[in-house]
Structure formats: C-alpha cells, structure tokens
C-alpha cells in the first residue's frame, strides 16, 4: 500500500493568514492526489483533485500543488469556515488511502 | 443535487455481520460515469477506504478487509450496501458511503453521506 504522510499534524493560524499543509507519498503517484476538508461531526468535503484542479464550487483560495511524491495545499487567505481537518488521498493505486489529517486551529 | 444516505444498526455484536445500506437520490446508480464507495472513520482517527462497487456488481476492496467485506448493488432501488462480517472492537467506526469517481487522474470521493456510527460492543 502506498503510504501518505501529511505535516503538520495540526496546526495554528489566525484569519487572514496563509497557510501550506504538505502530503507526502511513499512512492510516486505522479499527480494521483486529492484533498478533502472535514468539519468535526461532518462527513469529508472535496476540494481538490488531480493534485491542482479547483472542485467546482470551491473558493479560489484553495489552491494545490505538486507531482510524484511531494504535494501541498495552500489556502492563501484564512477564512473563519477554513478551520477543520484536512486529508489528502492518493488514487494512482488500490487500495485508496489517506494522510492522517493535519488539523488547522485558530491561533 | 446528489444525496447520499447510510442506514443500518448503530449497533452490531462482536463476531456477528455489520450491514449498512446507502440510498443515492437525486441521480441514478447506475450511471455509466460514476462507482460508489464505502469508506470509515475509527472515533478520532483517520480515513480508511473499504470498498467500491459498480453497477454492473464488479467490486474493488481493500485487500486488509477484503476476507470479511461483500459489497452489493440493488439498481431497482437506487442502493448498494455494505457488508462485513466477523467484526470486533476495532470495526468500531463511522460509514460513510460516496460516489467514487474513477476516470483516469479524475478519481475521487465527489459526493458524500453523513456518517453513520456502528458500534461493536456486546
């Protein structure tokens, strides 16, 4: 199984700040990644896929990057709803699997 | 607008089989496009795929599940379902059902339920 490490684990910001979470997978997925946000008692909401494609309906805010082993996700302006969980999940092979979560606190 | 929603006991006897059903409305199972998943939370952790199933029945399990895991589709009622037998503490987790998503790099989780707890516990 592929392996995904995601850091921090969790992380503190304040509103307005920008903010990079990195995903690491233990081989290459080219650009196999996507990216979910979760809200505590809420089922994953999807933002990203394709390492770097926008999720209709997601805000421009979210942005991802990356290939091959090393990903990010950056949120440039922190908004109050931005708090939450975030996952990142590789599919370039089965077993579909995911980070641990970094979660992001406000500061 | 696409809705998914899981039923099924919340709670399931150690060794005994946890069956959970998702009815998809707002959209037909058996699209062409799309699969449909099952994924779980443990309380506090992390996301953990199960399984995947196509309307035509063919299925795609997590090989560390797959001893104990049957998927199935019911196209004339809009569901699939999920069945895992022999479960123990460590099944102890929220279901979510999804639509999966699998054509080449576009391959994901787009449409989710809202969870539903199963406990095991005597």
């Known amino acids: 199984d592929i392996q995904m490490t995601q850091s921090p684990s969790s992380l503190s910001a304040s509103a307005g700040d920008r903010v990079t979470i990195t995903c690491r997978a233990s081989?290459?997925?080219?650009?196999?990644l996507n990216w979910y946000q979760q809200k505590p008692g809420k089922a994953p909401k999807f933002l990203i896929y394709?390492?770097?494609s926008l999720q209709s309906g997601v805000p421009s805010r979210f942005s991802g990057s990356g290939s091959g082993t090393d990903f990010t996700l950056t949120i440039s302006s922190l908004q109050p709803e931005d708090f939450a969980t975030y996952y990142c999940?590789?599919?370039?092979?089965?077993?579909?699997?995911f980070g641990q979560g970094t979660k992001l606190e406000i500061k | 607008q696409l809705q998914l929603q899981e039923s099924g006991p919340g709670l399931v006897k150690p060794s005994e089989t946890l069956s959970l059903t998702c009815t998809v409305s707002?959209?037909?199972?058996?699209?062409?496009?799309?699969?449909w998943g099952w994924i779980r939370q443990p309380p506090g952790k992390g996301l953990e795929w199960i399984g995947t199933?196509?309307?035509?029945?063919?299925?795609y399990c997590n090989p560390s599940l797959k001893s104990r895991v049957t998927i199935s589709v019911d196209t004339s009622e809009n569901q699939f379902s999920l069945k895992v037998s022999s479960v123990t503490a460590a099944d102890t987790a929220v279901y979510y059902c999804?639509?999966?998503?699998?054509?080449?790099?576009?391959?994901?989780?787009?449409?989710w339920g809202q969870g539903t707890l199963v406990t095991v516990s005597s």
């Open positions: 394709a390492a770097s």
């Open positions: 999804a639509r999966h998503s699998r054509t080449g790099v576009e391959n994901y989780f787009d449409y």
């Open positions: 199933i196509y309307y035509s029945g063919s299925t």
């Open positions: 707002g959209g037909a199972i058996s699209s062409s496009s799309y699969y």
């Open positions: 081989q290459s997925i080219s650009n196999y």
């Open positions: 999940q590789q599919s370039y092979s089965t077993p579909a699997t």
